[in-house]
């Protein structure tokens, strides 16, 4: 049951240009779509999330466009520092579908090289 | 800023043995939940918890597993005789306001408990 789909498991970029982290789901009810980051031996912490009336929202560094008719998401961080390192997880759900359960998908290791 | 926290840290067991599991959801929440993540997969959604009852639950989330929250804070997790293949990491989250209005709301994760069971 792959609803949600992050095909790349890692990233590597150089500190200071564009990381491009990629994200397909399936479930055409998901309606609200986030982006978690986690460190290893830690929890999930949330970055920034969009809801499916918008396509695009931008938090600092970070942004996320939605493409509802390709059913794709992306986050782009920019410049990526190499604090930015760790494991970023794409996660969806269906609020207005009546369900509160976030479905993530299996994770892209970004690694950013000073 | 506040923040999910979860006890103990790490925590192992033999088959068969009970486990509880502990959360301090963010104080002003209202939805809670557990997921875990056994190693090298997903992050699975186990249940969600509002106004003291169970509000939606997968299919991992059997009879060997339940949920209480015992008093104004704490969130607890209970496997009732665990299972080799219960190791993972559990992870509790809170929600300011869950489906209530079915507004959008971020959940918010604590930093886990590394379950083993021998």
């Known amino acids: 049951d792959q609803q949600v789909k992050q095909n790349s498991p890692s990233l590597s970029v150089q500190e200071g240009r564009i990381s491009i982290l990629n994200c397909d789901y399936t479930?055409?009810?998901?309606?609200?779509f986030l982006w978690y980051k986690k460190y290893p031996a830690e929890g999930p912490t949330f970055l920034i999330s969009?809801?499916?009336?918008?396509d695009k929202n931008e938090d600092g560094r970070f942004t996320v466009f939605l493409n509802k008719s390709a059913k794709h998401l992306s986050l782009h961080i920019v410049p990526s520092q190499p604090g930015d390192s760790a494991v970023y997880f794409c996660?969806?759900?269906?609020?207005?579908?009546?369900?509160?359960?976030?479905?993530f998908g299996k994770g892209t290791k970004l690694t950013v090289n000073p | 800023e506040p923040e999910v926290t979860q006890t103990p840290s790490h925590q192992v067991t033999q088959m068969g043995q009970e486990v509880i599991l502990r959360c301090v959801p963010i104080?002003?929440?209202?939805?809670f939940y557990w997921y875990r993540q056994i190693l090298g997969q997903k992050v699975e959604f186990l249940v969600s918890?509002?106004?003291?009852?169970?509000?939606?639950k997968s299919e991992i989330f059997d009879d060997q597993f339940s949920v209480e929250r015992p008093d104004g804070s704490n969130f607890t997790l209970k496997i009732r005789s665990t299972k080799l293949e219960d190791s993972a990491m559990y992870f509790c989250?809170?929600?300011?306001?869950?489906?209530?209005?079915?507004?959008?709301?971020?959940?918010?994760f604590g930093p886990g408990t590394r379950l083993l069971v021998l």
């Open positions: 989250a809170s929600s300011e306001d869950g489906l209530a209005g079915l507004v959008q709301e971020t959940q918010y």
């Open positions: 479930n055409s009810m998901f309606d609200y």
């Open positions: 969009i809801s499916s009336i918008k």
């Open positions: 996660a969806a759900n269906a609020a207005q579908g009546g369900s509160e359960k976030l479905v």
């Open positions: 104080s002003n929440h209202l939805y």
């Open positions: 918890f509002y106004n003291n009852e169970i509000s939606e």
